[in-house]
């Protein structure tokens, strides 16, 4: 099965992280902070059925050090990697991905060439009031939103997205060279709503929101608890991007000593403890911390769903299965 994995070390001040996908192949990796093209690496043997091998270099496998590392697994309704080669054709091409519902959120580069910035594309990011598909995002980077035609100016579909030559760092169809895009399903589309015993629920969401800069606890409804979420501050001046997750830790919004682990992968630093956000059963609350809750600037967002009753969970046929009482 295709997929990816991403690997950071949690400790080590000055060191990237590293992204290695199953089409690349093992011994590929490239850093989401700089805009170097993927190389030979030893840090990931072999990807599994149920996992992965590690290396033995230094950068994913180091003695007594702690990493931490996020799996991506292809499947319709949530992700997919994609791999094309350029042509160098200025009008917009379609590149075909398997979501089976459009994209939501895509990290796209050439891989090939050290000059190449990584550009994203969330569905909520318009910039100046432009349509998503002529917006972007530096993955590499903590600029804002700002207008492209490396979309092809074309909205994506549930079996394409579009690309297009721009000149200079932001093309996405160098002759020549090759190039790969991360791609995420849109959760408000009906064909990413397909997990679950009813095959109704959706397991991730994008979206933007206005921060208020309070410790007053905004709240993003999901409908769901997460395990994972993406926040990046759109417009009014730079901010790093920054990572949460239920593994590294996320603590009750009350709590004001900064104990969230937050990971920004547009930089080199090591985990940064933060007073950033919270999980809840529906969904995630962020205090003030500027890089998710800036006043009155826009953020956007992507979050994963973590298992639960409706979804990641083995159906119980019955109450009896799990507690009974005869007499």
């Avoid at 011994?27 to 840090?43: E, L």
């Avoid at 091998?53 to 949530?78: C, E, I, M, Q, Y």
């Amino acid at each position: 099965n295709k997929g990816m994995v991403w690997i950071k070390d949690r400790e080590t001040a000055n060191t990237g992280s590293y992204i290695f996908n199953t089409i690349r192949g093992n011994g590929k990796a490239i850093q989401p902070n700089s805009t170097d093209a993927d190389s030979n690496s030893s840090g990931l043997d072999s990807f599994g059925s149920t996992g992965f091998v590690l290396g033995d270099h230094a950068d994913t496998n180091k003695d007594n050090v702690r990493f931490g590392s996020w799996s991506f697994r292809a499947a319709p309704g949530f992700f997919d990697v994609v791999t094309w080669d350029g042509t160098d054709t200025a009008n917009a091409r379609a590149i075909s991905h398997n979501l089976g519902c459009k994209p939501g959120f895509i990290v796209a580069r050439c891989v090939t060439d050290d000059s190449k910035e990584w550009i994203v594309y969330h569905k909520s990011v318009t910039a100046g009031g432009q349509d998503p598909w002529d917006s972007f995002l530096r993955f590499n980077d903590n600029t804002n939103e700002s207008t492209i035609t490396s979309w092809g100016e074309t909205a994506p579909t549930d079996e394409h997205f579009y690309i297009a030559q721009q000149n200079g760092d932001y093309a996405l169809n160098v002759n020549g060279h090759t190039h790969i895009a991360y791609v995420f399903a849109d959760g408000a589309e009906s064909g990413a709503q397909v997990f679950g015993d009813g095959g109704d629920e959706e397991i991730i969401k994008q979206g933007v929101y206005t921060g208020d800069g309070s410790n007053n606890i905004l709240t993003i409804n999901l409908g769901w608890e997460p395990q994972w979420v993406l926040l990046k501050k759109i417009e009014g001046g730079g901010r790093d991007w920054v990572m949460y997750d239920n593994m590294r830790g996320v603590f009750s919004p009350d709590i004001t000593n900064g104990k969230d682990q937050g990971f920004s992968h547009n930089v080199t630093n090591a985990d940064t403890l933060r007073n950033g956000v919270a999980f809840y059963q529906d969904g995630f609350k962020l205090k003030s911390d500027l890089l998710g809750n800036d006043a009155a600037y826009e953020f956007c967002y992507v979050a994963i769903r973590r298992p639960d009753s409706k979804v990641g969970k083995t159906k119980i046929p019955a109450n009896t299965d799990l507690f009974n009482v005869v007499l």
